[in-house]
Nanobody, 119 residues
Framework: VQLQASGGGLVQAGGSLRLSCVATGSIFSINDMNWYRQAPGKQRELVAG???????TYADSVKGRFTISRDDAKITVYLQMNSLKPEDTGVYYC??????????????WGQGTQVTVSS
């Protein structure tokens, strides 16, 4: 089982990016899923989370600008990021609990995708 994140890149302040995180392997389902980010020299922080019932939470710094969503049929979680600011720069990681077909439930981290916002 792996979580593969993609969609990062370089964007100007005020721009948008959409991150994707797809679970691969012998997957039965994805459960509660999150996006974290780590800026240079800072600790990793929770950006957004979404439960299996589609309840969402956001860090105060991204409320109103970022939207987390999920497509369980595609076993994919998304993070739509609008009105990006230079302080949003960092490596973004997806994380969550995945039920495999064995079945077991375990927590996984994606490899990270770089987001750079220029001023």
């Amino acid at each position: 089982v792996q979580l593969q994140a993609s969609g990062g890149g370089l964007v100007q302040a005020g721009g948008s990016l959409r991150l994707s995180c797809v679970a691969t392997g012998s997957i039965f389902s994805i459960n509660d899923m999150n996006w974290y980010r780590q800026a240079p020299g800072k600790q990793r922080e929770l950006v957004a989370g979404i439960t299996t019932s589609f309840s969402t939470t956001y860090a105060d710094s991204v409320k109103g600008r970022f939207t987390i969503s999920r497509d369980d049929a595609k076993i994919t979680v998304y993070l739509q990021m609008n009105s990006l600011k230079p302080e949003d720069t960092g490596v973004y990681y997806c994380n969550g609990d995945v039920t495999s077909t064995i079945p077991t439930v375990a927590n996984y981290w994606g490899q990270g995708t770089q987001v750079t916002v220029s001023s």
